[in-house]
């Protein structure tokens, strides 16, 4: 298995030439290592290799890493998440990429004490084996949050659909940066909406291009073990 380091700095490089190519700043562009179908040695490494954010999906998962990694990195919780499993990760993790209901939002200003940055999920492509708001709901939704002390929404996430050609994801991701334009000019005091959580191995470049601020990947990036 090529070494994180190698892939991360190839990652790099693409990322500051879509960058270039749109007219921004790299240093705006997070990456996101999806550590879900790796080995918690295969995330330690991508800590050494200069990875400063980790994604896991799942709580098992997550809190796994988190035993072993704990500050050495940022935690984002990209995947689905149950209000059940709150409780058990509220305390740990940094970021929430996947709030999309309202009873989620409730269960995590329940649990937590402190602010929580979240991002709103939005189904951008309209697919029915995808969660997330559609994109009509979704600045009503944000409206609704502003009852809860505890979220504050950074931003919006999606998932494109994984296309033989990146350049298909294109329009949805050019219509989430248009969504998240939007609900910043909004001026919610809740809900800055700063940040653009899109992109991941097949198509991250194109997400660049866009105005992706969070970058999410795992197999270009620390591959895939099980």
């Known amino acids: 298995m090529v070494a994180v380091r190698e892939n991360?700095?190839?990652i790099q490089a693409d990322i500051e030439q879509a960058a270039e190519?749109?007219?921004?700043?790299?240093?705006d562009i997070h990456i996101i290592a999806v550590t879900k179908y790796v080995t918690i040695e295969r995330a330690q490494e991508a800590v050494s290799a200069g990875v400063t954010n980790l994604g896991e999906n799942r709580d098992e998962g997550f809190l796994a890493k988190y035993k072993e990694l704990r500050d050495r990195a940022c935690w984002h919780f990209i995947g689905s998440?149950?209000?059940r499993k709150v409780k058990d990760i509220i305390h740990h993790v940094d970021y929430i990429h996947s709030l999309d209901r309202y009873s989620l939002a409730k269960e995590i200003n329940k649990r937590s004490q402190k602010t929580?940055?979240?991002?709103v999920q939005v189904n951008v492509s309209g697919e029915e084996s995808?969660?997330?708001l559609a994109e009509e709901e979704v600045e009503s939704f944000i409206k609704d949050l502003a009852a809860l002390e505890h979220i504050r929404v950074v931003g919006l996430m999606t998932m494109a659909p994984h296309v033989d050609?990146?350049?298909d994801t294109r329009p949805l991701f050019k219509k989430m940066r248009l969504l998240r334009d939007h609900i910043q000019k909004q001026n919610f005091h809740h809900a800055p909406c700063d940040y653009l959580s899109m992109g991941m191995s097949n198509d991250y470049q194109?997400?660049?291009?866009e105005g992706a601020t969070h970058i999410r990947i795992g197999t270009r990036l620390v591959g895939k073990e099980f």
Not at 21 to 27: D, L
Not at 116 to 119: G, L, N
Not at 206 to 209: D, L, T, Y
Request: glycine residues 8%; proline residues 7%; aromatic residues 4%.
């Open 81 to 83: 998440l149950q209000s």
């Open 206 to 209: 194109v997400a660049v291009e």
């Open 8 to 10: 991360l700095m190839e």
């Open 116 to 119: 929580v940055p979240c991002f």
């Open 130 to 132: 995808k969660h997330g």
């Open 165 to 167: 050609n990146p350049e």
């Open 21 to 27: 190519k749109a007219g921004r700043n790299k240093e």
